[in-house]
């Protein structure tokens, strides 16, 4: 809205533009992360997704990173199984027709079997789960984590790899 403004009143809004724009590419950092991981064809991977909302406690999923990720994931050839608390319903709309994607009603089911854990809204049931039945369920005890939830070496007590945002992690 901003950039539209003053683009009207004849402004060219260089540090909005600026900031729009990292915004967009930090939509990616996950992907990115993930292929660094897994390689660039995702054919045979599934990913399960904790949280598609644009933040925690509401269903708005306007500019939300779920978006360009499960985007990205699908177009890398994955399977994406998603839960969110609020937003599924949105996300069926928005995802609509989409194939390699199911929005699942229970956060633990979506991990079955899954090739690793992707969490990307913060919503409080994700921060402090069941890593005993998460080891169990995934197919490889992988998270990545875009909200930096967890503590890096809790996870590794659990036998987790772990991947946050910025960490500096071998993936950075």
């Known amino acids: 809205a901003l950039i539209h403004m003053a683009e009207e009143v004849g402004i060219e809004p260089l540090i909005v533009r600026s900031v729009e ?4 590419r930090q939509k ?3 992907f990115e992360k993930i292929v660094r991981r897994f390689g660039d064809d995702l054919s ?11 933040k925690p406690q509401t269903d708005d999923m306007r500019e939300a ?16 199984k998603a839960y969110d608390p609020v937003a599924a319903d949105v996300a069926r709309g928005i995802f609509k027709g989409l194939d390699n994607l199911e929005i699942i009603d229970d956060q633990y089911a979506i991990c079955e079997d899954a090739d690793a854990l992707v969490m990307i ?11 005993d039945e998460l080891k169990r369920l995934l197919k490889r005890q992988i998270i990545f984590d ?8 809790m996870m590794k007590e659990y ?7 910025g960490r500096g992690d071998s993936l950075e």
Do not use: C, H, M
């Open 21 to 24: 724009e990292r915004n967009a």
């Open 28 to 30: 990616r950092v996950l």
């Open 44 to 54: 045979g991977y599934t990913f399960a997704i904790w949280g598609l909302s644009f």
């Open 65 to 80: 990173p779920s978006i360009v990720i499960i985007n990205e994931l699908i177009a890398a050839g994955a399977k994406v």
């Open 121 to 131: 809204t913060e919503w409080l049931p994700f921060r402090s789960p069941n890593f």
């Open 146 to 153: 875009g909200r930096n939830q967890y503590d890096y070496a």
């Open 159 to 165: 036998g987790f790899e772990y991947y946050g945002i």
